[in-house]
């Protein structure tokens, strides 16, 4: 997690109203059946401040670091990750080696789009 924690301004960014832990824990009976019945390690993330707190930057900084760390050893059920990221971008720019603050910059323009057409149908 050092790689998380010491990551300069963007990192801190991406970890504001969590806090960071490693866990080990066994799965029994995993839905996709990897590693049932063997100890991994992980990384727990607890919400401090839901106001704070972006699940989608944290994703985006977690999924880099560990690429970083262990390029070999991170693998994506592509169809899956895809449907669940709404399309293949971020995918691929975690195995083309980008920073979470390069993924989050090209959010930008689609977000603030999003946001302009949002306005309209807010009732508060």
């Known amino acids: 997690m050092p790689r998380l924690r010491g990551g300069g ?13 490693g866990v080990a824990f066994v799965p029994h ?14 990384i727990r993330l607890h919400v401090t401040d839901r106001r704070r707190y972006d699940p989608t930057r944290a994703a985006a900084l977690v999924l880099a670091a560990i690429r970083a760390a262990q390029p070999d050893s991170l693998r994506f059920d592509a169809a899956r990750f895809d449907r669940l990221a709404q399309g293949a971008d971020l995918r691929r720019a975690i195995l083309a080696d980008r920073t979470a603050d390069a ?13 302009r057409v949002r306005a309209k149908y807010l009732l508060y």
């Not at 301004?9 to 832990?21: D, K, M, T």
């Not at 009976?29 to 992980?42: F, I, L, Q, S, W």
């Not at 993924?103 to 789009?113: F, H, K, M, Y």
Request: hydrophobic letters at 30%.
């Open 29 to 42: 009976g995993p839905t996709d059946g990897k590693y049932d019945g063997v100890e991994v390690r992980g």
């Open 103 to 115: 993924i989050w910059r090209e959010w930008d323009g689609p977000l603030a789009r999003f946001r």
């Open 9 to 21: 301004r963007w990192a801190q960014e991406g970890l504001n109203g969590v806090e960071l832990s």
